[in-house]
């Protein structure tokens, strides 16, 4: 027994050499190598005090001064990058947020002191993490105590290459339901994988056409595609849903030549995975899910997840993910090299996913986002070589609800989850991200636009409120309009979308076939008039339906605000009328407005979620009403007005500018609907943009259901584009036969000439 203690004096007056140490109260610099220099001074402190600043300092994560207690043999075996490196593992795999500690009585033996201790860890991630009976050494040498350090005196058991880990067992994510409890996605769900020769198929530029249609993707990535591979390449071309597979199974294998028994390679590949229903058709709401981004590190390990864990990245995914995810079941171990347990430290018990259920239907949604695409795919030499995209809404009339929300183009969101069998994953994301039509961006939300002519319905909400214009009256809707002299216009004349369109005059009109026609010399005079009356007076009325303001849907993209701030001076105003000018709004908010109109007063919040849970055998955590954001006390004339104007802009033959689309349609609707077109100047006269086409309407006309709104910016004439889209999406809602789009479209792109200020 003397012979041990002997040894053991011997080798503490080994640790205690001369050496010097930085105590508290003198400072720490590093050197070019980035090593820590001291700088000496002469402090004297108890065992018990050295502890505390170590301690106090390691509480604070301030390694550098917890290294400045720490004594030389200890610096010489493990240096500061290792000692700093060693406390950065602890604190990343654990999240610390802290430590709390306390001490028991120093031992003291020559040179040598012993001080028991417990310490807690505390971690958002497990809670606190108890590590008691611990023993802090020092010795003492010329300058003080010193703490003999060792990777034990972090946690008891770490040392050597013993490493601390973090092991995660994550649950099956929560789907996501539509209104009627179908799948928009579902974890473990099949999905189909395509793969192609060339060489093998009847028809390439046939086959090219055909899976731009059956994957929704415009057709020219289709070709870019191709032309990445040699004739004889065996390649991936993507993914789609069973049901979307067995649809299309024979013209795959008949022009494409892809088929599941093709001899030699595997065309096509089934695997389970979580499965977007419609691969694109609603990644703009649902979002997608992927590795945790760099530079989100932080925000997700605060709320404790690790480093390479998958998460929601967007929409749904993301702004659920607690429901969806659950919470994973949490060991942090001690392991030997081998991976043996050596110490159990924590654990976190999870807890179950939760389903979302959304709003939306997903046939409907799907059929809107197949209309945007089949549109600009079929109108591929023409308008769709220069417009920008496309967004589409459906809105329930009486409750703010969203049937359906698309944005083109679209994407696949299984690209970005690592756990899919995308071999090509990455050139796609990287199309995607340098895509200037941005198919990341929610063009309903995120993107605001000038309206055109749809914005006149609010404009003549104003007139017709404040009797600006009597009811009775008339107005010669002229092809020239002279406002320079009466009123103070910029411009000496402005002519009518009708002379572009080498049309005669409207001629005497009443206010709702001023909407009808969209006679821009009418709301031309109603702006200056109501400027003379109050220059803020189509503002406030603009803002009570709710443009210029986020509706508060932010939840699956951030908002564009819109802008309708107050004319300056009466050419604003005039511009303004026939929403070009100052005015921007998003697709979401003319959404909200023409609901109001279709309902007559009420504005609502729009939503997406109808529930939290209740499905696949969880409770329901939450259901969700719908909610008011005001009420219009506008009287029901007002509404008359409105709706006599919109409802026969489909049907009347002479004045209606969507009647070719609808009433002298070859096929003639089986429903009744009320609308508005718009194409609305995007860009500086002569500037070479295309106008943004627009097309808003409620259906059925006697009593309202849904609301659409549909903008194809930089493209032709509402009643051109959007229109037609329109129509294809209120077939399929009503189940009528499908009618065609216009044939022109098949012919080669020309520029719309639009007047200057001129709105159709």
Known sequence: MRLRIIGLLLLLMLFTGCSTLAMPGQTTQNDS??????????????????????????????????????????????????????????????????????????????????????????????????????????VQSADGWQIAWSPLDILDGLAGDVQIEVISRFLPRGNIYDRDGDAVVEQGGTIVSLYMIQQDMRDVDECMTLLAEVLQRRRLEIVTLFGDYNAESYFHVGEIDPEVYAQYRNDLEAICAIADTSAGYTKVQQ????????????????????RMPGDQVAYWTGKGYQEGDIVGISGIEFAYEEQL???????????????????????TQGSNPIPVQLTI????????????????????????????????????????????????????????????????????????????????????????????????????????AENVFQPGALFSCDLEWYGQERFGDSLEFRQDWRVADEMEAAGDITMSQALTTSCNPFFWEMGALMFRRDPTLQAQYSGMFGFGQRTGFGLIAPEAPGNVASPQVITQAINNAIGQGDVQTTALQMAVAVTAIANRGTVFQPYII??????????????????????????????????????????????????????????????????????????????????????????PAENPEIVTV?????????????????????????????????????????PLKVPEGVSG
């Open 33 to 138: 190598a980035g090593e820590v220099q001291l700088v000496v001074q002469s402090t004297r402190l108890s065992p018990e005090e050295v502890v505390r600043g170590f301690l106090d300092a390691w509480n604070t994560g301030d390694l550098t001064r917890m290294y400045s207690f720490v004594s030389l043999p200890s610096r010489e075996i493990y240096p500061y990058p290792v000692f700093e490196r060693r406390y950065q593992q602890v604190a990343e795999k654990i999240n610390l947020q802290g430590i709390t500690y306390t001490l028991r009585e120093t031992h003291l033996q020559g040179t040598s002191a012993a001080i028991p201790y417990d310490v807690e860890l505390a971690s958002p991630r497990f809670g606190t993490i108890a590590d008691s009976d611990r023993i802090m050494r020092l």
């Open 271 to 290: 695997y389970q995975e979580r499965a977007y229903v419609g691969h694109g058709a609603a990644a703009h709401i649902t979002g997608y899910i992927g």
């Open 325 to 347: 995810a659950g919470k994973p079941e949490r060991y942090l171990r001690l392991l030997e090299p081998g991976g043996a347990t050596l110490r159990e430290l924590a654990g």
């Open 361 to 464: 239907d997903m046939g409907l949604q799907n059929a809107v986002a197949q209309a945007i695409s089949d549109a600009h795919n079929y109108a591929g030499n023409n308008w769709a070589t220069v417009a920008n995209g496309a967004a589409a809404i459906v809105m329930k009339v009486d409750t703010g609800e969203i049937l359906a929300l698309a944005s083109y183009p679209s994407f696949d969101p299984s690209l970005f989850n690592p756990e899919s069998s995308y071999i090509n994953a990455s050139t796609f994301i990287e199309r995607i991200v340098n895509n200037p039509r941005r198919p990341l961006a929610n063009k309903a939300v995120q993107e605001q636009y000038t309206p055109g002519s749809v914005y006149k319905i609010f404009t003549l909400a104003a007139v017709a």
């Open 610 to 699: 109808k529930q939290i849970g209740g499905l696949d055998n969880t409770e329901l955590q939450q259901a969700f009403e719908p909610r008011i954001a005001r009420q219009l006390t506008l009287a029901d004339s007002v509404y008359d007005i409105i709706w006599e104007g919109m409802c026969d802009v489909p049907y009347d033959e002479d004045l209606g500018t969507a009647w070719r689309v609808f009433g002298g349609s070859d096929m003639f609707p089986s429903y009744t609907t009320c609308g508005k077109t718009g194409t609305a100047e995007a860009g500086a006269r002569d500037s070479g943009i295309p106008p943004n086409a627009w097309y808003v309407s409620f259906s």
């Open 710 to 750: 549909v903008v194809v910016p930089n493209s032709r004439e509402g009643s051109e584009v959007a229109a037609p889209i329109t129509r294809r999406i209120l077939d399929y809602y009503f189940d009528a036969p499908q009618a065609p789009f216009p044939e022109w479209w098949e012919g080669e792109y020309t």
